[in-house]
């Protein structure tokens, strides 16, 4: 079993297009982790669009985040597969009901990966290793050091940091748990919300910040 894309929404390969056509660029993406992040934590995993909850605000989160023109990827580790617990196909189906969801809302979402693995696995793909992001940055010829990622677990940061992205830790999930365990965490993360909600505001005002440094380079 390889890691394996689990949609790519018809509008989402439309746009990308230009992307993959042109040349070597220097631009990033947002990624987002899914459990903990987009949808409400439960015990055991989701096997089933049911068990799939939209955190508050988060559907308008992502809306705000596609006002930026940067790809937006969820990147999530899904072992229930590779427990036997929840097909291929399964997965596939949930997600396309969360892109669809999103896009209900205004937002976006240009692609799902996914790490199949449990962790006895040892493979390349489950976060924190860097796999899944190897695989969309030479897909979507991005620039993982300009990427952010949204994330809530050590594992999510042990990614990012891995390459060179921009770390956003949300308490949601499984974050103020691991922010408590590992009080540390907090001085390795370059962005700390309460929620997915604030993590997109403050990558907005960090791309202000990006965009309007660009216009002084070119200005002056
Ligand atoms: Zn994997």
Redesign the pocket.
Known sequence: MK?SETIRPMRAAVHLTPLIASPPQERGAIFLDRDGVINALRPGHVTGWTAFQFLPGALEAIRRLTLLDLPIVVATNQSAVGRGLLSADGLAEIHRRMVARVELAGGRIDLVVH???TPE?E????KP?S?LFHDVAARLNLKLSESYFVGDTPSDLGAARRLGMTFVLVRSGLGAASLAQQPALAGQVDGLADTIAEASRWILEQEGAVVEARAERQAG
């Open positions: 890691y790490c199949p693995h696995d493979c390349l793909c489950r290793e796999g």
